[in-house]
């Protein structure tokens, strides 16, 4: 099939936003693009198309208007939990199923764990020993608030350690949409499914932890891959 060629020029305030999100990203966040006239004159448009152009950006995040005599136009960056929170609504309109969100977040997991089993043994080490301390030290009974702090502490550590921000950004807008849609009971403390759950996580990422700290790539795979079926498990059934 012969490609469809788009000859449509970009509008006014396309281009001048377009414009407007380079000079931004271009520069440290924080920095004076300069106020109303000076855009106007250097992006040789209107006011209103200026106006236009500016109020797109801050929807992105990327430029920030300060109103005032030393306000301005200013270089700002995404909120990560302003774009995991639109991403996971605008999956809602989109009606995703909470369980495929949440398994294509298990693949994510998995893939982080692996990169992080590859990691040089001594920039692991903190990480592994301060974790499987934590561990060792959470209660039978440990509330289920208890287990989602060092869940997300360990995701954030190895997210960080393995420089994965693409994967976390995607896991979390996951993560996001998934606590935000899902119906049951998330933390059924103290009954005896509940303490079974914790023993059971609390083994699995033992052994995920000790993989990584052994390197052993396949290991540290099949840990997380059991530690997110527990998961799976605990909301789904199955």
């Given at each position: 099939m012969p490609s469809v060629k788009n000859d449509r020029r970009p509008s006014a305030v396309e281009a001048a936003a377009a414009a407007l999100r380079a000079s931004s990203l271009a520069v440290p966040e924080g920095t004076f693009l300069g106020n109303e006239e000076a855009l106007i004159a250097r992006l040789r448009v209107a006011r209103n198309t200026v106006r236009q152009a500016a109020r797109l950006l801050e929807r992105e995040g990327i430029v920030q208007v300060r109103p005032g005599i030393n306000g301005g136009y200013f270089a700002t960056r995404p909120d990560l939990n302003i774009i995991e929170h639109a991403v996971s609504a605008y999956l809602s309109t989109m009606a995703v199923g909470v369980q495929d969100v949440t398994y294509i977040a298990s693949l994510l997991w998995v893939e982080a764990v692996r990169r992080a089993a590859r990691m040089p043994s001594h920039l692991v080490k903190p990480m592994v020993e301060d974790f499987t301390a934590?561990?060792?030290?959470?209660?039978?009974?440990?509330r289920f608030r208890d287990i989602l702090d060092i869940e997300d502490a360990n995701r954030s550590a190895i997210f960080a350690l393995t420089e994965s921000a693409f994967i976390e950004l995607v896991f979390q807008i996951n993560y996001?949409?998934?606590?935000?849609?899902?119906?049951?009971?998330?933390?059924?403390?103290?009954?005896?499914?509940?303490?079974?759950?914790?023993?059971?996580?609390r083994d699995a990422k033992l052994m995920e932890l000790m993989a990584i700290a052994d390197g052993d790539e396949q290991l540290a795979v099949m840990a997380a891959q059991h530690a997110r079926n527990i998961w799976h498990k605990r909301f789904w059934g199955a």
């Open positions: 934590r561990l060792k030290l959470l209660a039978p009974d440990a996001t949409f998934a606590q935000g849609n899902f119906v049951g009971d998330w933390a059924n403390d103290g009954i005896e499914e509940h303490i079974a759950f914790v023993q059971a996580w």
